[in-house]
């Protein structure tokens, strides 16, 4: 009266020991940033290896080698990054090696910075402390 249909059996996926550093590797290197929407706010430290873009709301201090804020974003914590470009609101004190505040762009605190581009528009209210630009040391040969 009842039957089951006669299926194939699929053969378990197995993985194949040449593609799987290669696809290891791909999952490591994200390609995209990490987005915090502008309808998320984070109560507490973001800390990452990879690159940030925030329309949202963070509270508290945010660590990542590339950051980037919409005009919709807002920090209110100390950053530490290689690049910070801002559209958004800063309250808190930056650290990096470049730093570019964009027309639309509040920001309240010091930045420590190498290079510091601040178009026509920016408000920026706080200290620009320029640091030394890291210098490579001598290979002895």
Do not use: C, W
Request: glycine fraction near 10%.
């Amino acid at each position: 009266m009842f039957t089951k249909p006669n299926r194939a059996k699929t053969p378990a996926l197995r993985a194949d020991p040449a593609v799987t550093p290669a696809l290891a590797d791909a999952r490591k290197a994200p390609s995209l940033a990490s987005l915090i929407a502008s309808d998320i706010a984070i109560q507490g430290n973001v800390v990452g290896e990879g690159d940030l873009h925030v329309d949202g709301l963070i509270r508290g201090n945010v660590s990542v080698p590339r950051l980037s804020i919409g005009e919709s974003g807002r920090i209110e914590g100390d950053i530490e990054a290689e690049v910070v470009e801002t559209r958004g609101h800063i309250t808190g004190a930056v650290n990096a090696h470049q730093v570019r505040l964009a027309a639309s762009s509040h920001v309240e605190g010091d930045i420590t910075h190498e290079e510091l581009t601040i178009e026509t528009g920016a408000y920026f209210q706080g200290r620009s402390l320029k640091r030394q630009a890291r210098l490579e040391a001598p290979t002895e040969g």
